[in-house]
């Protein structure tokens, strides 16, 4: 487990967000945009098991103030996003795509086969946005996801490096 200073990997000019090693501090404000995000959010208890080993948590962060978030879990040579939310009052203006091209960018520099996701059937911004940078829809997880009044479908899609 990791907890303590945030770790600071990308300065972008224009707009002073950085790209940053989140840590169990960063916890609490990341349970706030998961709340306001998901009609079913993670637990405190889920965020804090994603800091150990094999997990990886990156954060958009601006002026201190976290704007959104990517879990990924390494299981062997495949990346599994798990989790990728930007806060509301920040949506529309680029940050979804920049965590997503972040957390493709970490998956090259370690031996990665691909990049494997699930999204809510009922999702399209979020499946439009993987579709936009190359996941395919390979299937279908029925009655994945809790959803109001029963169960809803995941699409599972994967983005495939390269090999060699
Ligand atoms: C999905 C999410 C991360 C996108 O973040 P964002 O910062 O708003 O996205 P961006 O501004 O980078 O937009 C990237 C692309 O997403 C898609 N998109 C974003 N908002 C959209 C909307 N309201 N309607 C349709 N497509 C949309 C588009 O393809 C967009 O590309 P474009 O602007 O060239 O059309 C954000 O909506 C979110 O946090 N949602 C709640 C959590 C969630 O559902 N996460 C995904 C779990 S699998």
């Given at each position: 487990?990791?907890?303590?200073?945030?770790?600071?990997?990308?300065?972008?000019?224009?707009?002073?967000?950085?790209?940053?090693?989140?840590?169990?501090?960063?916890?609490?404000?990341?349970?706030?945009?998961?709340?306001?995000?998901?009609?079913?959010?993670?637990?405190?208890?889920?965020?804090?098991?994603?800091?150990?080993?094999?997990?990886?948590?990156?954060?958009?962060?601006?002026?201190?103030?976290?704007?959104?978030?990517?879990?990924?879990?390494?299981?062997?040579?495949?990346?599994?996003?798990?989790?990728?939310?930007?806060?509301?009052?920040?949506?529309?203006?680029?940050?979804?795509?920049?965590?997503?091209?972040?957390?493709?960018?970490?998956?090259?520099?370690?031996?990665?086969?691909?990049?494997?996701?699930?999204?809510r059937a009922s999702n399209r911004e979020a499946y439009r946005l993987y579709l936009s940078e190359g996941f395919e829809e390979v299937?279908?997880?029925?009655?994945?996801?809790?959803?109001?009044?029963?169960?809803?479908?995941?699409?599972?899609?994967?983005?495939?490096?390269?090999?060699?």
């Open positions: 487990m990791n907890s303590g200073a945030r770790e600071t990997f990308v300065q972008t000019a224009a707009d002073g967000t950085e790209f940053c090693r989140l840590t169990l501090d960063d916890v609490p404000a990341m349970l706030a945009i998961e709340q306001v995000s998901y009609s079913h959010p993670w637990s405190e208890g889920v965020l804090g098991d994603c800091f150990s080993d094999q997990y990886e948590v990156w954060g958009l962060v601006q002026q201190g103030q976290l704007l959104g978030y990517a879990i990924i879990l390494w299981q062997f040579e495949e990346v599994h996003l798990l989790n990728l939310c930007v806060a509301p009052t920040h949506r529309g203006f680029g940050l979804g795509r920049r965590l997503l091209r972040y957390v493709i960018a970490r998956s090259l520099l370690r031996p990665c086969e691909q990049i494997l996701l699930e999204v299937g279908l997880r029925k009655g994945y996801y809790p959803a109001p009044g029963g169960r809803e479908d995941a699409r599972v899609m994967v983005l495939k490096h390269p090999v060699g």
